[in-house]
């Protein structure tokens, strides 16, 4: 597999990763989740703040992915190494905007 093909399937696989935290199927744990002190201690908190994390990693996977497919269609002539290192960068604003954006819920909602 290709360093572009793996790059799409981390988008994938943060997608995935998301919709047990967006569901509710996950309960709380130290393992998989929105991991606070507070979170844990009860439902009531781990559940809403599990569900913002899921969807914020959501949007980032999906805007991530959709970040790589433009930067394919737009420059096909960039060299696989550029091409990887902007998808690289795509993918790490976009997550960490994701984090962001549940810490920011958790602190303001709970």
Avoid: H
């Avoid at 696989?13 to 509710?24: E, T, Y």
């Avoid at 949007?59 to 960039?78: C, D, S």
């Amino acid at each position: 597999m290709t360093e572009l093909q793996n790059l799409f399937l981390i988008d994938v696989v943060l997608a995935a990763v998301a919709v047990p935290l967006i569901r509710g199927w996950i309960p709380p744990n130290r393992l998989y989740g929105f991991r606070t002190e507070e979170a844990l201690s009860t439902p009531d908190i781990w559940y809403p703040a599990n569900r913002a994390l899921g969807w914020s990693l959501l949007v980032a996977a999906v805007a991530a992915l959709a970040f790589g497919l433009t930067l394919l269609a737009v420059f096909p002539e960039w060299p696989a190494e550029r091409m990887a290192t902007w998808m690289k960068g795509g993918l790490a604003c976009a997550v960490l905007l994701g984090i962001l954006a549940s810490v920011r819920y958790y602190i303001r909602e709970l």
